[in-house]
């Protein structure tokens, strides 16, 4: 059976006529993207592939045995319910958990078998309560990114503070300094080496740390440098650009993401007065006239869509052409169909992918709506059902 044939079959079962949506998954490009960056890495620094956001859209469970599947070392989860839902999957799985919980919440990753980071006293105080053996933990360091972690100022000493603790052992400690222009990787390498210098300290006063960890998907891109042992990838494993194409390479990698598509539920000719949008808009004011057909697809808002920003023009794609979007709300977007003869309700869109000879990419989104390509693929997360490629 060919791949388009088994899309269709996927298709038919998973898609409902009620919400005619769907989001494609290419399986097979996590396994060409895992090769590439093992080649960038190298084969003796430990792989934690990403998995938050539901695996940026991707769906967190397929990808997680996926990766699992090619030998990552650990799986780095953002969120308690999705990290359960891995753990009942892939029972030996080493599950890190970001920072995201109280350390009331501590008790329950303990349960489950999930290495917590640790980023403030508190949770560290949590773990040795709660925990009833040594139980690892990964410490986190801010070394710039300004938002959870021990200042690298602060963080030998707390480190140190945290080690001696009962049943706490530091298996790792890693840092995250995010950046996506040249100015920023200066910055970047800079806190690099500064953490680096901080964990030799710690060594040199006795203190074993097994893992560290330091780049992530920009860092192994821009080749900062570092004496870590691990990196910590989201981006470049899902074929995303995590930086403008035109400061780094990115050509080798393949999108996860495959296509994201919908079907019109709604045409509508042209007639005297016709307006696309609201009848009334903010205060009262009129939506403005518009002149051709217009046709409707059930992806909205709350799909994980985002209307474009100002002087921006959305497009998607039907019948090999490129049509613009004219609106988006909570529940549908209306496109403009006037160059399209005889529209009829069924066919297909795609808001993402290739039709034709034409494609939209991540890339186009991410411009679209002025946001970038994580936070594109995260919205579209949870409402539609994915197809699964490869």
Same mark, same amino acid.
């Given at each position: 059976?060919?791949?388009?044939?088994?899309?269709?079959?996927?298709?038919?079962?998973?898609?409902?006529?009620?919400?005619?949506?769907?989001?494609?998954?290419?399986?097979?490009?996590?396994?060409?993207?895992?090769?590439?960056?093992?080649?960038?890495?190298?084969?003796?620094?430990?792989?934690?592939?990403?998995?938050?956001?539901?695996?940026?859209?991707?769906?967190?469970?397929?990808?997680?045995?996926?990766?699992?599947?090619?030998?990552?070392?650990?799986?780095?989860?953002?969120?308690?319910?999705?990290?359960?839902?891995?753990?009942?999957?892939?029972?030996?799985?080493?599950?890190?958990?970001?920072?995201?919980?109280?350390?009331?919440?501590?008790?329950?990753?303990?349960?489950?078998?999930?290495?917590?980071?640790?980023?403030?006293?508190?949770?560290?105080?949590?773990?040795?309560?709660?925990?009833?053996?040594?139980?690892?933990?990964?410490?986190?360091?801010?070394?710039?990114?300004?938002?959870?972690?021990?200042?690298?100022?602060?963080?030998?000493?707390?480190?140190?503070?945290?080690?001696?603790?009962?049943?706490?052992?530091?298996?790792?400690?890693?840092?995250?300094?995010?950046?996506?222009? =040249?100015? *920023? /990787?200066?910055? %970047?390498?800079?806190?690099?080496?500064? @953490?680096?210098?901080?964990?030799? +300290? !710690? &060594?040199?006063?006795?203190?074993?740390?097994?893992?560290?960890?330091?780049?992530?998907?920009?860092?192994?891109?821009?080749?900062?440098?570092?004496?870590?042992?691990?990196?910590?990838?989201?981006?470049? =494993?899902? *074929? /995303?650009?995590? %930086?403008?194409?035109?400061?780094?390479? @990115?050509?080798?990698?393949?999108? +996860? !993401? &495959?296509?994201?598509?919908?079907?019109?539920?709604?045409?509508?000719?042209?007639?005297?007065?016709?307006?696309?949008?609201?009848?009334?808009?903010?205060?009262?004011?009129?939506?403005?006239?518009?002149?051709?057909?217009?046709?409707?697809?059930?992806?909205?808002?709350?799909?994980?869509?985002?209307?474009?920003?100002?002087?921006?023009?959305?497009?998607?794609?039907?019948?090999?052409?490129?049509?613009?979007?004219?609106?988006?709300?909570?529940?549908?977007?209306?496109?403009?169909?006037?160059?399209?003869?005889?529209?009829?309700?069924?066919?297909?869109?795609?808001?993402?992918?290739?039709?034709?000879?034409?494609?939209?990419?991540?890339?186009?989104?991410?411009?679209?709506?002025?946001?970038?390509?994580?936070?594109?693929?995260?919205?579209?997360?949870?409402?539609?059902?994915?197809?699964?490629?490869?």
């Amino acid at each position: 059976m060919g791949s388009e044939k088994r899309i269709s079959t996927q298709r038919d079962l998973l898609v409902s006529p009620t919400r005619p949506n769907w989001v494609e998954v290419d399986l097979g490009a996590l396994d060409h993207n895992m090769t590439v960056v093992r080649r960038m890495i190298g084969s003796n620094v430990r792989l934690h592939a990403c998995i938050k956001s539901g695996a940026y859209g991707c769906d967190v469970l397929e990808v997680a045995k996926r990766f699992s599947d090619l030998g990552a070392d650990a799986l780095c989860c953002g969120s308690f319910d999705e990290a359960v839902m891995v753990r009942a999957a892939l029972p030996n799985m080493q599950l890190i958990m970001f920072g995201a919980t109280l350390p009331e919440g501590i008790p329950l990753y303990l349960q489950h078998g999930l290495t917590p980071t640790i980023h403030n006293i508190e949770l560290a105080g949590a773990v040795s309560v709660s925990a009833d053996k040594p139980t690892k933990v990964h410490i986190k360091v801010d070394a710039g990114g300004g938002r959870i972690g021990f200042p690298l100022h602060q963080a030998k000493s707390a480190i140190s503070e945290i080690a001696s603790m009962k049943n706490v052992v530091v298996e790792a400690v890693y840092t995250h300094v995010p950046f996506t222009d =040249l100015s *920023g /990787k200066d910055f %970047a390498q800079q806190k690099t080496t500064e @953490f680096c210098d901080m964990v030799e +300290a !710690l &060594r040199s006063e006795g203190l074993g740390i097994p893992v560290t960890q330091a780049r992530a998907s920009s860092g192994v891109i821009f080749g900062l440098q570092d004496n870590c042992n691990a990196v910590a990838i989201s981006s470049l =494993l899902y *074929g /995303k650009a995590s %930086a403008p194409r035109d400061l780094a390479d @990115f050509s080798s990698l393949r999108p +996860a !993401l &495959r296509a994201v598509k919908s079907q019109l539920i709604h045409v509508l000719p042209d007639f005297p007065g016709k307006t696309v949008g609201r009848t009334t808009g903010v205060h009262g004011r009129q939506a403005a006239p518009f002149s051709g057909a217009t046709g409707v697809i059930p992806f909205g808002w709350r799909d994980g869509y985002a209307p474009s920003t100002s002087r921006q023009t959305a497009y998607v794609l039907m019948r090999g052409k490129r049509v613009p979007v004219l609106t988006v709300n909570s529940e549908l977007s209306v496109i403009d169909l006037t160059d399209l003869p005889d529209p009829r309700i069924g066919e297909q869109v795609t808001i993402v992918g290739t039709d034709g000879d034409e494609t939209i990419t991540l890339d186009d989104l991410s411009e679209w709506q002025g946001s970038g390509q994580s936070a594109v693929l995260a919205r579209m997360n949870n409402r539609s059902p994915k197809v699964f490629v490869n």
